[in-house]
């Protein structure tokens, strides 16, 4: 079986850690992730001024297929929530039955593209005004084929529910054992 596909798409003002955390521990699981920019070109610099050399442009992905697509929170967010790319490339996970991971406000992004719609999930609470269905209390929350997470203090276990989800569960529990103290 081949290794698992995850698509991370980032846009300029994007939370540094909610993006490099999941990368950083699907690679460690032996995911191939590609890390592509919403813009033109491929450096995406994060709401903390860190810049990120992607591997692509969104646009020149095309219709390739994933496994996993992950959305990463920020500020950037405003700019998923407005490009036509994103919202095709959600709608294509789900005909393709791929997983979605959005942490912290990306949730939103999936609501735009109608994603959420009887489904669980969770949201950072800067965006509860307009997903008044979300379990804030919720640390990370997997229903289906979606998996949302509350923000950059949940990265981690975000990420870890993402390479079991794509792996197994004792994939994620040796990533994590490799990252404790």
């Avoid at 521990?25 to 890390?35: D, T």
């Avoid at 912290?104 to 999930?121: H, N, S, T």
């Avoid at 084929?145 to 975000?158: D, H, M």
Wanted: hydrophobic share 50%; charged share 25%.
């Amino acid at each position: 079986m081949p290794d698992p596909t995850v698509l991370v798409i980032l846009a300029e003002g994007f939370e540094e850690i909610e993006a490099v955390a999941p990368v950083d521990l699907l690679r460690r699981a032996g995911a191939v992730v590609k890390v592509v920019a919403l813009g033109d070109g491929i450096h995406v610099t994060g709401r903390n001024r860190l810049t990120v050399h992607a591997y692509a442009t969104l646009s020149s992905v095309g219709d390739l297929r994933f496994d996993c697509l992950i959305l990463p929170g920020g500020p950037g967010v405003s700019l998923l929530r407005k490009d036509p790319l994103v919202l095709g490339q959600i709608r294509r996970q789900i005909e393709n039955k791929g997983w979605i991971a959005a942490i912290c406000a990306a949730p939103i992004v999936l609501k735009d593209a109608g994603a959420l719609e009887g489904r669980r999930y969770t949201a950072h609470f800067s965006v509860a005004s307009e997903l008044p269905e979300a379990l804030l209390g919720e640390r990370v929350v997997c229903d289906a084929w979606l998996i949302t997470s509350r923000g950059a203090g949940t990265a981690v276990e975000f990420g870890l529910m993402v390479v079991e989800k794509l792996f197994s569960r004792e994939k994620a529990g040796e990533v994590a054992r490799s990252i404790s103290a």
